[in-house]
């Protein structure tokens, strides 16, 4: 009797392992998708949050960015530039000056598949930039094309892919 106790209480356990590992991998990947509020309302505003959203242009493995610039009530604000020195610190700058153009750039060192970023921008609003040289060097090319070569957002975008995509 006791026997049957024991395999009955190693089922139940070994039942619950598999459901918790079950329900992990299902919260996993659901956090890597990107969703709307539930209780965001279909209204003008709603959708106009949603007309560019983060794209991946798959036939090249470009990096998730934003086509069309967002308004920047949909981007979240960067860290203050005085916390860093030197070449991060100008960056961050760069950033703050040109966030629509950046939250357009999609960022090579992929942090859009393992951090779940959406642009370029997405690296500035915390302290992950401050420890990437992809980032910082990207966002400084983006400031220079369109601060003195006044290149529009999309061909910033094509130099960089062209620059850092290794192809």
């Known amino acids: 009797m006791k026997e049957k106790k024991l395999w009955i209480a ?11 590992v079950f329900i992990q991998g299902w919260k996993q990947d659901s956090a890597k998708q990107p969703h709307a509020p539930a209780n965001e309302a279909r209204t003008e505003s709603a959708s106009e949050s949603t007309k560019n959203p983060p794209m991946n242009m798959d036939a ?6 934003y086509e069309a610039p967002p308004s920047l009530g949909d981007l979240r604000p ?4 005085s916390q860093f020195v030197g ?3 100008e960056a961050y ?11 357009q750039m999609p ?24 420890h990437c040289a992809t980032c910082v060097d990207e966002a400084l090319m983006a400031y220079r094309l369109q601060k003195e070569q006044g ?3 999309t061909q910033i975008r094509e130099r960089i892919i062209a620059q850092f995509s290794g192809q």
């Not at 960067?78 to 530039?81: E, R």
């Open 107 to 130: 960022c090579y060192c992929h942090c859009d598949r393992g951090m779940g970023h959406k642009s370029l921008h997405s690296c500035f609003e915390d302290e992950h930039a401050a």
């Open 60 to 65: 090249r493995q470009v990096p998730a960015h």
């Open 93 to 103: 700058e760069a950033v703050e000056q040109i966030s629509a153009t950046i939250a």
């Open 151 to 153: 290149l529009s957002a």
């Open 87 to 89: 070449k991060t610190r």
């Open 78 to 81: 960067v860290l203050s530039a």
């Open 10 to 20: 190693v089922v139940l356990l070994a039942s619950l392992v598999a459901v918790i």
